[in-house]
């Protein structure tokens, strides 16, 4: 899926970054942010600010509705306790226990592991084990794996964590997997395959499948023969074409072959008459098959990242599909078929070369989720209000310039995405949209505040940067439920002080602005978590900054200031700290000797930075 138009182009600067452990920060667990906590509400510090924001506007669509990968890795979204730490053959071993009540064998990621201990193999509590997560290491043999024979689970895929590639070595799918008579699932993703051996249909058990990212080019024949195979994952290989007999599978209920090279679709692929989802996202296609229409099941169609300019008539008869992924072709109209399927309740065509969008729009019922963002449409579909479910709507990047009085009848709209329009005001009836949880105006020409958006109560999020606005309205302390709010890249110079008001307000990036002094108000909303004031020119940092002791991320790059107050000790939940690019000489030891768990990221100098006392 292609990122969001609305999304401000940050550039980026080369950092070193001195990493240390967190020890005390919180869960966060009303910010709409998940992405941004590892397991156990631990944040990814890896990530800049500027992440945490907008990684949030990033969505695939497969995300949203049942992702592969929630069969294929069950692991990753349950949680688990620890039944067992040992240490057998030099290697630490954890047992765990998955909250659905399976018990498996954790080895992922032991460095200079390159086969399994015997004493785990031939140890009777290891073979009553329900899964072997072996990711992560450099393994390329599995000798006496399959003395584990209650096995239903293996995991011997790659990982790639901050762009390094942690993997195994397998060259061929290992024999002993062929032995363990209760296998279901395999993951040997990210191996060194070049082929799938007609001996895998010794794995008659198998339900899920997955051999992305390998170097395959062709498919063995004898997987028709599994018949219990329900998920096939087959991504980031190098198959030219789907072979005819894929379509005798019927028992594959999900099948993804993303980012391949394949230029066409069998004609008979719609004889898998259980097919639910089909990711054909990121190949070389011109054109879909015919007989698309004659699939009995088909809920999810990714067809994003090809060279589609329109669809066959026949899909008008998809009755079951629910989500149709159209972004980064070449459409430049919405294909007559798509208003014509009765159930779909989310459509993207983002990032096409669409114009105009016909009024036929208005009779898809079913639908709440609307990606058109990144087209060349000339006017607001008026009869878009008459699709009275639409949920989550995105119309940004396009060729029009203001919003019709219409939109205000979009009265159950809770995300609207209306960047980049060049939209001077708002309609009156905009205050008419108080559902709306997420609004992202970013990159307009709104220099005033509407006062339209002080009407919408219930809003959360606020992407309001890149708008020339000089000042942000004492009003503002009506948006009581506002979480995020990014004024990024505006010309502001003052806060209001009202800003203290907004008691739920998490996040705030007021960064690239034009203040001289950091803004008190901001100092007495204690609520906040994450603060970004980069390139805004502050010159001193106020006392009153160590009031903040809710604050885990503090910002503050390319300023003028040259010391930090000694009150910023204060702080006490503080765990990123940037200030680079400023004068700063010195730290204050008793910041030093509080924040153990203080990220450091020093873009000037480090060396010479030197602690004093307070």
């Not at 920060?25 to 941004?36: E, F, G």
Request: hydrophobic share 40%; with cysteine.
């Amino acid at each position: 899926m292609g990122s969001s138009p609305s999304r401000p182009n940050f550039q980026r600067r080369p950092q070193q970054e001195v990493r240390l452990h967190m020890e005390h920060l919180q869960r966060i667990s009303d910010i709409k942010a998940k992405p941004l906590l590892k397991d156990g509400g631990i944040l990814e510090l890896s990530m800049t600010h500027h992440d945490m924001i907008f990684r949030m506007k990033e969505t695939n669509i497969l995300d949203n509705f049942v992702p592969l990968k929630q069969d294929l890795l069950p692991y990753k979204n349950l949680p688990f306790r620890v039944v067992l730490n040992s240490n057998m053959g030099k290697v630490d071993v954890k047992i765990l226990e998955r909250a659905d009540g399976k018990v498996g064998i954790d080895l992922k990621g032991m460095r200079g592991m390159s086969c399994i201990p015997e004493e785990i193999c031939y140890n009777n509590e290891m073979q009553q084990c329900s899964w072997l997560d072996l990711s992560r290491n450099q393994l390329d043999s599995l000798e006496n794996v399959q003395l584990l024979i209650h096995l239903q689970e293996v995991f011997i895929g790659r990982v790639i964590e901050h762009g390094k590639i942690y993997g195994n070595r397998f060259t061929k799918i290992p024999t002993q997997l062929y032995q363990l008579p209760f296998l279901r699932i395999l993951d040997m993703s990210g191996n060194k395959l070049n082929e799938i051996p007609p001996s895998i249909v010794n794995l008659r058990h198998i339900e899920c499948l997955s051999v992305a990212r390998n170097g395959l080019k062709t498919l063995p024949k004898e997987l028709e023969q599994l018949g219990n195979l329900r998920t096939l994952c087959l991504d980031g290989n190098d198959l030219t074409e789907l072979p005819d007999f894929l379509s005798r599978c019927h028992s594959i209920r999900k099948l993804s072959v993303r980012n391949n090279k394949i230029v066409k679709l069998p004609e008979d692929l719609p004889l898998m008459e259980g097919m639910e989802i089909l990711n054909i996202h990121g190949n070389d296609l011109t054109s879909l098959p015919e007989s698309m229409g004659e699939f009995m099941s088909l809920v999810i169609l990714i067809a994003s990242h090809n060279k589609l300019r329109g669809l066959p008539i026949s899909m008008e008869a998809l009755s079951t599909l629910e989500v149709l992924g159209m972004e980064n072709n070449l459409f430049k109209f919405v294909p007559v078929c798509v208003p014509k399927m009765s159930n779909l309740k989310m459509m993207s065509f983002s990032f096409n070369e669409i114009v105009e969008i016909q009024d036929d729009i208005g009779q898809m019922l079913a639908l709440d989720r609307l990606w058109l963002e990144g087209n060349k449409i000339d006017k607001f579909p008026e009869a878009l209000p008459l699709a009275i479910e639409i949920d989550d709507l995105r119309i940004g990047d396009n060729a029009f310039s203001g919003l019709p009085d219409c939109i205000g009848q979009l009265y159950g709209m809770r995300d609207l995405c209306i960047s980049k329009l060049k939209l001077h005001r708002l309609p009156d009836t905009f205050e008419w949209l108080y559902n709306l949880r997420t609004l992202d105006i970013g990159d307009n020409e709104l220099s005033v505040f509407p006062k339209e958006i002080m009407k919408l109560k219930n809003l959360r999020e606020l992407q309001y940067y890149g708008n020339a606005l000089k000042e942000l309205p004492e009003d503002i302390a009506n948006l009581e439920n506002l979480v995020v709010l990014n004024l990024k890249n505006n010309v502001l110079r003052t806060m209001p002080d009202s800003l203290a008001e907004l008691t739920n307000l998490r996040i705030l990036d007021i960064s690239a602005n034009q203040f001289r002094e950091f803004p008190l108000s901001v100092c007495g909303t204690v609520s906040l978590q994450y603060i970004d004031a980069a390139d805004c020119h502050i010159s001193s940092l106020p006392d009153e900054l160590g009031q903040l002791s809710n604050v885990q991320s503090l910002v503050l790059y390319n300023n003028t200031f040259d010391k930090l107050p000694s009150t910023i000790y204060g702080m006490t939940a503080l765990s990123e700290l940037r200030f680079a690019d400023n004068g700063v000489q010195a730290l204050p030891t008793r910041l030093c000797a509080l924040l153990t768990s203080l990220l450091l990221t020093l873009l000037t100098t480090p060396w010479r930075i030197q602690t004093t006392a307070l």
